[in-house]
């Protein structure tokens, strides 16, 4: 459950000059004492890796409640059964599934080697750990999203420098404060965001740097870390449709899409971020929603909705509403008669109908509980309007058809999908986790995560017979007749 829009404007904007220097010599001096821990001990064996990752589930297991406490303590009102659910025993079931399969991850792997070329020879590939990983951190599920990409840094043997955001204070000054008692900061160091730090670190040389965020954001830590040539690993979001089927039931697609859009009050970059309905069902999907908005939050105020971060995400999604209204969108507010308490930044979840695109709710990602809802009449039409637009993070097609699920799978491109739920393809640890295009690049989680922070090397090892030693200068008959018996067998 990834983050758009929500790594600061610190990370790239310009910060005061000595501020800048205070801060990437501080990142440099970090990075510096990390990799010499790391040429001194370049490949840890499998030994090692299970008790880093052993240390990183105490100091969750050990201070859940302070975790928790910490990140609702940052919004203001955070759901604490949806911090616990999604980011506490998300983390805790990666560390166990990875722990479990790690020792098969880290086998050399054989390779095929053309025996009439290299007959005696043989072929391998090594993973191998890369050095320090950066990690920028967004504030949406700022456990998961930091402490998950961890666990597939320290799987592959490597060292990191997390970099938090500005709007997660208390967890990021917890973390400084916690980390130190579990791993030793030559492998492990969080940093807080205290505003325009966010440059100085994406600017530092490392040998990976793991970012989620915005694409606007995303786009300048790529081009930072590209005056080091560091890769990058960009999770980034953009607008992720759903589309209910005229044979899905429309109770069963209600249930499932505004659980979804509700969770975290909808600041979620995998949220269904626009809905295609069909034709006609409009009237019936909006009493269902009323039904189970009132059923599951009869008090805008209850501590189980989340509220919006901070002031300006809560009056971005206001504009976002008076925009789409003026120009014509019907709203409607599916917590009616609530009143949330002034200063809480709790926004109602509200359908928006009859939405077109020069509309801002459908210019640009929501990040909140705001729900645009199209009609059609065709899945063609469905299929062309989104691949008309950038590709998106996630994909929720509802249909029992085999057929027309595979042609949505096949024609409509996509970072993930789930069939007929929404966002649960994330929790799935044995799938890759990634973007394409403008909704990012790279993977994480499972296998795929700790291939992205290995150097999958490939070595070839000479045998007792050297092919080459016939075929070498100046090349004689021998050589052109080899040559041409060999090209003539390959073809």
Known sequence: MHAANSVSDSTTGNSNTADHNAAFSRFASCLALQRSAYQADPVPQLKQRLADLDALKALIRDNEQALVDAVNADYGSRCKFETRFSEILMVLEDISRTQKQLKKWLKPQKRHIDRLLFPTSSCKVLPQPLGVVGVIVPWNFPIMLSLAPLVAIFAAGNRAMVKMSENSEQLAQLLIRLAPQYLPSDKLQFFADDGGTGPAFSQQPFDHLFFTGSAQTGRAVMANAAKNLTPVTLELGGKSPAVVAPDFSLDKAADRILWAKAFNAGQICTNVDYLFLPAGSEQSFTELALKLVAKRYPDINSNDYTAIIDERAYQRLKATLEDAVAKGATAVNLMPGQNAVPGTR??????????????????????????????????????????????????????????????????????????????????????????????????????????????????????????????????????HKMTDWLIRLKG
């Open 346 to 479: 709790k926004f109602p979840l509200t359908l928006l109908f009859n939405v077109s695109d020069d509309m801002l709710v459908m210019q640009r990602e929501i990040f909140g509980p705001l729900l645009p809802v199209k009609t059609y009449t065709d899945t063609s039409e469905v299929v062309q309007y989104i691949n008309a637009r950038p590709r998106p993070l996630a994909f929720y097609p509802f249909t029992h058809d085999k057929a027309l699920q595979q042609r949505y799978l096949t024609q409509v491109m996509s970072g993930g999908v789930t069939i007929n739920h929404a966002i649960l393809h994330v929790g799935q640890h044995d799938l890759p986790f990634g973007g394409i295009g403008e909704s990012g690049m790279g993977h994480y989680h499972g296998y795929e995560g700790f291939l992205t922070f290995s150097k999958v090397r490939p070595v070839f090892v000479q045998g007792a017979y050297n092919s080459v030693s016939i075929l070498l200068p100046p090349y004689g008959k021998l050589a």
